[in-house]
């Protein structure tokens, strides 16, 4: 029967190895591996036994081993190589957590609406900002306007005065679209939050 | 991902604190971590499950959804896990700082901080006003996938 062995990829930790040959078909890849029938230079224990089948406590210098893929061979961790599981097993349930919020904030029933009103309420404020902006410029030309007029003698002067204010612009600035600040939320998720 | 327009229940699980080693059968035996057990709360407990086991109270799935808590691992190649689903210890921490690992591992100590522990009875009974019950996401952990629920 084949032995094989269950690590994860970006620390080599060896979580389980099966003398039955548990084959472990669905596991997430993106974070988990498997090696059929490596070799073993110090045993399949990966954790001590105790009497009254009771077993240590992972992470074991002496038991807790680590998968070297490339040479299909499970050894004993070193203590360095343990003391470093730890902040890639963070990193991964992290990554885990990042993917799930992304989920969250789009497929649950409830939460999604409330991310959805938060988003509009950004694209109000921004219309709001783009408005006082239009507000203050048509008020700094009527004051202009005011000035100019105050100070002509004539049709054509009227006529120039008027003709030398700037053109109103339509569009003062860019507003971002509900989707594109939605994405813009979802790319800011971070497993280091 | 549970669904908040679903009233969900609150359940009490139990996880082992303690890993055994496989039976000579090559049958394995739950490790550390592992939901034992679910059930309704409220129940009276022995001291024994008291002593043995980690309880406290989750919600976020629906009642049918929590047989499967206690599922093992099989295939057609034969029963591997004993547990399918688990809490790992350092997720509790994780989420309450000041869940104490070292305590809960500690033998022979009713160590039970996410819920009261009325022992002036015959039995014991877990009070309900302890500690809010978890959300199963981002806390159970499925052995099969290698992903929290």
């Known amino acids: 029967m084949a032995t094989t062995v269950l690590y994860r990829i970006s620390s080599g930790e060896v979580l389980k190895i099966s003398t039955r040959g548990q084959m472990f078909d669905r596991i997430n890849t993106d974070y988990f591996e498997y090696l059929i029938d490596p ?4 045993g399949t224990n990966n954790r001590e036994q105790f009497p009254g089948s009771v077993m240590g406590p992972l992470r074991e210098l002496g038991f807790q081993k680590i998968s070297i893929p490339s040479a299909s061979e499970v050894r004993n961790a070193t203590q360095s190589e343990i003391d470093g599981f730890e902040s890639y097993k963070i990193d991964d ?3 885990q957590d990042a993917t ?3 989920d969250f904030l789009e497929k649950h029933k409830r939460f999604r609406k409330i991310f959805k009103a938060i988003l509009k309420l950004v694209v109000i404020k921004q219309l709001l900002e783009k408005s006082n902006v239009k507000q203050n410029e048509m008020i700094d ?6 000035t100019n007029v105050a100070a002509i003698n ?12 700037p053109d109103i612009q339509s569009n003062l600035m860019e507003t971002a679209t509900l989707a594109q600040i939605k994405n813009a939320v979802l790319n800011e998720i971070s497993k280091d939050d | 991902m549970s669904d908040i327009n ?4 609150v359940m009490e699980i139990a996880l082992s604190l303690v890993s055994y080693t496989p039976l000579e059968s090559g049958h394995e035996r739950v490790i550390e971590g592992d939901i034992v057990a679910v059930r309704n709360p409220g129940t009276g407990v022995g001291r024994k499950e008291v002593e043995e086991f980690l309880w406290l ?3 976020g799935l629906e009642d049918s959804e929590f047989d499967r808590l206690t599922q093992t691992v099989e295939t057609t190649a034969g029963e591997f896990d004993k547990r399918r689903f688990c809490i790992p210890l350092e997720k509790l921490e994780e989420l309450d700082p000041e869940f104490d690992i070292d305590l809960a591992l500690e033998d022979d100590r009713i160590y039970q901080p996410f819920l009261l522990v009325d022992y002036e009875t015959d039995y014991s009974f877990i009070l ?11 806390l159970i952990y499925d052995k099969v996938t290698g992903e929290y629920l």
Request: charged residues 25%; negative net charge.
């Open chain 1, 39 to 42: 070799s073993f230079p110090d």
């Open chain 1, 93 to 95: 349930d992290n990554l």
């Open chain 1, 100 to 102: 799930g919020a992304s």
């Open chain 1, 141 to 146: 030309q009527w004051n202009q306007y005011k």
């Open chain 1, 154 to 165: 004539n049709l054509t002067e009227f006529k120039d005065a008027v003709a030398s204010l």
């Open chain 2, 6 to 9: 679903t009233n969900y229940p």
């Open chain 2, 57 to 59: 109270r989750i919600e």
């Open chain 2, 128 to 138: 309900e006003d302890g500690h809010l019950p978890f959300e199963v996401n981002g």
